[in-house]
């Protein structure tokens, strides 16, 4: 049998590095576990993990090159209630053609639907 693992990891812009790490604390509620100046891991409360790898901004996906990257899905308690506060919190909503999700781009631009 095969499971996705538990582990996720992103290189972000330099540039876009803090927004993304509020993001993740303040829309997900993400604990950052580990500091340093190449990289921030958070963890959500089921144990996920996703760390942010800083690279120069010359390096990073440019911000339209993220539709076209491996789209992200978080599960949340309540798909109405969280809309409101992630886009509070920094996202943008990401129009696609399916109609049964909402699509959004975080702060330095991975995609990522959310569900229940």
């Not at 958070?42 to 491996?70: C, K, M, N, T």
């Not at 509070?88 to 995609?111: E, K, L, S, W």
Request: charged residues 25%; hydrophobic residues 40%; glycine residues 8%.
């Amino acid at each position: 049998m095969t499971r996705a693992g538990t582990n996720l990891k992103i290189d972000v812009a330099r540039s876009h590095h803090a927004a993304l790490g509020r993001f993740l604390a303040e829309g997900f509620g993400a604990k950052l576990t580990h500091h340093s100046e190449a990289m921030d891991i958070y963890h959500l409360d089921d144990g996920y993990s996703i760390g942010l790898f800083s690279v120069p901004d010359d390096q990073a996906l440019a911000p339209d090159a993220w539709e076209r990257a491996p789209w992200l899905e978080f599960a949340v308690d309540d798909v109405e209630r969280a809309d409101g506060h992630l886009l509070a919190c920094g996202a943008t909503r990401v129009a696609f053609r399916d109609q049964t999700h909402r699509y959004y781009r975080m702060p330095g631009g991975p995609v990522f639907r959310s569900c229940q």
